[in-house]
């Protein structure tokens, strides 16, 4: 019997090690594959200095993050505390510029009231130069007082000084006949005014009345004080 027919195939249980074939076969570099089942090789540990590479960059990276963050919190805390400060500036020039304001108010009433009191005595001073000098001024003021009379008044006296008594019977004008008024002398009324009585009430028209009114006007109740020539003048009399 012939040769068993070997040449074109080889039992399985007679090969140990095979791998697939590849056109790389023919340059001399292995192309076998891992066998299944195989785990792939862990990477090799990385060297003392690739781990000190690794430690700096690390550092560098946290250094640039927490510089990072130090900025945007450093500008969060720099606008907050310029507006608390523009606040507060803010609030003291607010106190300031009221303080101010109120030094100036106190200034401008001070300097009105200093005025109004040199108004008053200004005026004060008038009024006695115009009773000493222009005695006929007692007319205007009691035919004032007169018309300031409803004309159903009866039994009307105009009572004033002795001196402007005198001078209204001698020279004065006054509409008494059609009034039905005469004239009274009163030692107690001072010169340049008088009172109008009559039935249904008076008229105060004396210096200290008038003048407590002027002065009212100005804002000051300030009464009447006559100078001391005056005084001693209407004491003589």
């Not at 606040?87 to 300097?111: G, K, N, R, Y």
Request: hydrophobic share 40%.
């Amino acid at each position: 019997m012939g040769t068993p027919l070997y040449n074109r195939f080889i039992p399985r249980e007679e090969l140990h090690s095979f791998s697939a074939w590849s056109p790389d076969s023919f340059s001399g570099e292995s192309a076998a594959a891992p066998a299944p089942g195989m785990p792939p090789a862990p990477p090799p540990a990385p060297t003392a200095e690739e781990r000190e590479a690794q430690l700096q960059a690390q550092i560098a990276e946290a250094r640039q993050a927490g510089y990072k963050d130090g900025y945007r919190d450093g500008l969060v805390a720099l606008d907050g505390f310029k507006q608390s400060y523009a606040t507060q500036v803010t609030a003291q020039v607010a106190a300031v510029v009221a303080a101010f304001q109120a030094q100036l108010d106190a200034i401008e009433q001070q300097l009105a009231q200093g005025l109004s009191k040199v108004a008053v005595e200004i005026a004060r001073q008038a009024v006695r130069s115009e009773l000493s000098t222009r005695p006929q001024l007692i007319e205007a003021v009691a035919q004032e007082a007169l018309n300031a009379l409803v004309h159903s008044a009866r039994h009307i006296r105009v009572r004033l000084h002795p001196e402007d008594h005198e001078f209204l019977t001698q020279q004065g004008q006054l509409d008494l006949d059609s009034r039905g008024a005469r004239l009274l002398s009163d030692p107690s009324i001072r010169r340049g005014g008088c009172i109008v009585e009559s039935d249904i009430g008076l008229i105060d028209a004396t210096v200290e009345t008038r003048w407590r009114r002027a002065a009212a006007a100005l804002g000051h109740d300030s009464p009447w004080q006559p100078d001391d020539t005056s005084e001693r003048r209407e004491d003589k009399a």
